[in-house]
């Protein structure tokens, strides 16, 4: 019998391998093997149907997937099956505007023999829009169920790759029986950076890429007419069959837009300048840095993705008592810019402009703390719901069934403990294409075990954790200190050559309030592999989970034991 031997899938097991997991997000259902397929009441809820828009005591009904009726008086139906809902909060479902949660990247194509690198075949140098996103996307990834522990119930998907990387999808998270796919080719995806980073090739840089752009959108319009006049006049020679420029043909029509990945003001003035040579739909994905360009981006009515990232604040946070001038003009631009990017939010609404929320590079434990933020920093709370529901419904045409509680609406919903963005808000449910999503919901306890005399807390000591991934269980320990106004630390885990443990040093190491991330490295099979822990502190006990791209996250759970360091 012959094996053949896949790194890739060898890695991908092996990186799984490593993940520990806890009990931190225990669900009475969280794989919703029930559908809401006849009728359902979740009676006696406080019902935001639409930002700013609420109904008190309430009773949502549910029929066959689909919204039956709200109201405080409404007729409960003998046969339908009532949920208790006193206290609890009902939100639309979320949208993501634009996301690669489950999206793989395809394998770049060979170059051929005769390969000439100043006009490369399009599909080597990443222009690829005629490819469908779907063909890459897995329902069953566990960002997915990242996401919608978070209130997420459908996403605009869109692909990974280069200049022009295919078309985007919207698909709802529903159940795993379900094909959950809305709508495809939805819009064109585009971003400022070339295949392989460049890899020495045409397009390599970003005016290669506004070039290329700008010659394939005109070269399109000309394949277009001529497909026109052919089919209605005799005597033209036949047209030729190009797939690249045929897949501009929706966006000449104006029937899809192009999601312009940009992430800096520079890249948006770019994706601004080209719109307003060609005349196409933009919408700006992952926008951030735009506080310069807010008033080019109303004059362009180019519709916004904002970013909910925000960036590590332990620099414009620093002090600078004992700074040389030049440092501290330094630091000083770095607060300038970060209290700039926690405003942004804000300006959007202030400016009138109804902007989004996208995932792209955000990830799902920052969502609500990062939105809070915002809110602290002038954004209004009707507004960031809005960036998650009916905003996003606007920007991808789905507003007709969702982004709203409606009747006649599909049943999505995000079912909290309290109102959302309140620090105390925990989502308990969460109804998808008609498929309930149960959570479990954390008792909150008041232990003194990592606080300190002013009530701080103490995260300096060692610290046990467990773990539990598809690959099997494992644990370790994980030891944290101060130095100054940093943290270093160290983390233990099941060796991947299999010979007892290894250790990696903990970076990046945030403690805000309760919540405690950090970041460390694995070495497997000569790969270094970054891994994300974020997660709650609670009395002597972390909650959280740990995620690497393209796999997900998984719970996390750690004690601190009683020694000298807890002190």
Same mark, same amino acid.
């Given at each position: 019998m012959n094996i053949n031997f896949n790194p890739k899938v060898f890695s991908s097991l092996l990186i799984l391998a490593l993940f520990f997991s806890l009990t931190g997000f225990a669900q009475s259902d969280p794989t919703a093997e029930r559908r809401v397929t006849g009728t359902y009441a979740i009676k006696n809820a406080t019902v935001i149907t639409s930002p700013g828009k609420s109904i008190s005591r309430a009773t949502v009904l549910i029929k066959n997937g689909l919204i039956e009726g709200i109201g405080s008086n409404l007729i409960i139906p003998v046969e339908a099956?009532?949920?208790?809902?006193?206290?609890?909060?009902?939100?639309?479902?979320?949208?993501?505007?634009?996301?690669?949660?489950?999206?793989?990247?395809?394998?770049?194509?060979?170059?051929p023999s005769n390969f000439d690198p100043s006009n490369p075949p399009d599909e080597i140098a990443g222009i690829t829009p005629w490819r469908n996103v779907l063909d890459n996307f897995d329902s069953k990834n566990n960002q997915i169920t990242d996401w919608r522990k978070v209130g997420f119930t459908i996403a605009q998907i869109i692909p990974?790759?280069?200049?022009?990387?295919?078309?985007?999808?919207?698909?709802?998270?529903?159940?795993?029986?379900?094909?959950?796919?809305?709508?495809?080719?939805?819009?064109?995806?585009?971003? $400022? @950076?070339?295949?392989? &980073? *460049?890899?020495?090739?045409?397009?390599?840089?970003?005016?290669? !890429?506004? /070039?290329?752009?700008?010659?394939?959108?005109?070269?399109?319009?000309?394949?277009?007419?001529?497909?026109?006049?052919?089919?209605?006049?005799?005597?033209?020679?036949?047209?030729?069959?190009?797939?690249?420029?045929?897949?501009?043909?929706?966006v000449l029509d104006k029937n899809i837009p192009i999601i312009f990945e940009v992430s800096n003001d520079l890249e948006i003035r770019r994706?601004?300048?080209?719109?307003?040579?060609?005349? $196409? @739909?933009?919408?700006? &994905? *992952?926008?951030?840095?735009?506080?310069n360009v807010v008033?080019? !981006?109303? /004059?362009?009515?180019?519709?916004?993705?904002?970013?909910?990232?925000?960036?590590?604040?332990?620099?414009?946070?620093?002090?600078?008592?004992?700074?040389?001038?030049?440092?501290?003009?330094?630091t000083q631009r770095v607060k300038e810019a970060y209290e700039h990017i926690l405003k942004e939010a804000a300006v959007l609404e202030q400016a009138g402009i109804p902007f989004g929320f996208t995932s792209i590079g955000g990830k799902s434990n920052d969502m609500f703390k990062n939105i809070r933020t915002m809110i602290a920093n002038g954004l209004s709370?009707?507004?960031?719901?809005? /960036?998650?529901?009916?905003?996003?419904a606007q920007i991808l045409g789905i507003q007709k069934f969702a982004g709203t509680l409606e009747k006649g609406k599909l049943a999505n919903m995000v079912i909290a403990t309290a109102p959302i963005f309140s620090e105390d808000a925990q989502i308990k449910h969460v109804v998808a294409d008609g498929y309930i999503f149960d959570y479990e919901i954390k008792t909150k306890k008041n232990g003194n075990g990592t606080n300190g005399a002013n009530?701080?807390?103490?995260?300096?000591?060692?610290?046990?954790?467990?773990?539990?991934?598809?690959?099997?269980?494992?644990?370790?320990?994980?030891?944290?200190?101060?130095?100054?106004?940093?943290?270093?630390?160290?983390?233990?885990?099941?060796?991947?050559?299999?010979?007892?443990?290894?250790?990696?040093?903990?970076?990046?190491?945030?403690?805000?309030?309760?919540?405690?991330s950090f970041t460390f490295n694995v070495n497997a099979g000569g790969m270094s592999l970054?891994?994300?822990?974020?997660?709650?502190?609670?009395?002597?006990?972390?909650?959280?989970s740990m995620s690497l791209a393209d796999f997900g996250s998984f719970p996390l759970n750690a004690n601190k034991k009683p020694n000298q360091l807890n002190q």
């Open positions: 099956q009532v949920i208790d809902a006193d206290s609890l909060f009902i939100y639309p479902g979320f949208i993501d505007g634009a996301s690669t949660a489950g999206v793989g990247r395809p394998a770049d194509p060979e170059r990974e790759g280069g200049m022009l990387p295919g078309k985007s999808a919207i698909v709802v998270y529903g159940g795993k029986e379900s094909t959950n796919i809305i709508a495809q080719n939805t819009a064109m995806s585009a971003r $400022f @950076r070339a295949q392989g &980073g *460049g890899r020495g090739m045409y397009p390599g840089t970003q005016l290669g !890429i506004m /070039a290329k752009f700008r010659d394939l959108y005109k070269n399109a319009e000309l394949s277009a007419r001529h497909n026109r006049l052919f089919a209605s006049n005799s005597g033209l020679n036949r047209p030729e069959i190009n797939k690249t420029l045929e897949a501009f043909y929706p994706a601004l300048s080209l719109q307003k040579e060609n005349g $196409f @739909r933009l919408v700006l &994905g *992952g926008a951030t840095d735009l506080h008033n080019d !981006i109303k /004059a362009a009515n180019a519709q916004v993705l904002l970013s909910f990232r925000l960036p590590n604040d332990k620099t414009a946070n620093a002090k600078t008592e004992e700074m040389s001038e030049e440092m501290k003009n330094r709370e009707d507004a960031a719901l809005a /960036a998650l529901t009916v905003n996003n009530g701080a807390v103490n995260i300096e000591g060692t610290w046990e954790y467990t773990s539990d991934t598809p690959a099997g269980s494992s644990g370790g320990v994980m030891s944290i200190k101060k130095e100054g106004d940093t943290y270093k630390g160290s983390i233990d885990y099941d060796n991947p050559a299999g010979n007892g443990k290894a250790k990696s040093d903990m970076n990046n190491i945030v403690l805000s309030g309760n919540n405690l970054e891994v994300n822990v974020s997660g709650e502190i609670i009395g002597d006990e972390f909650t959280g």
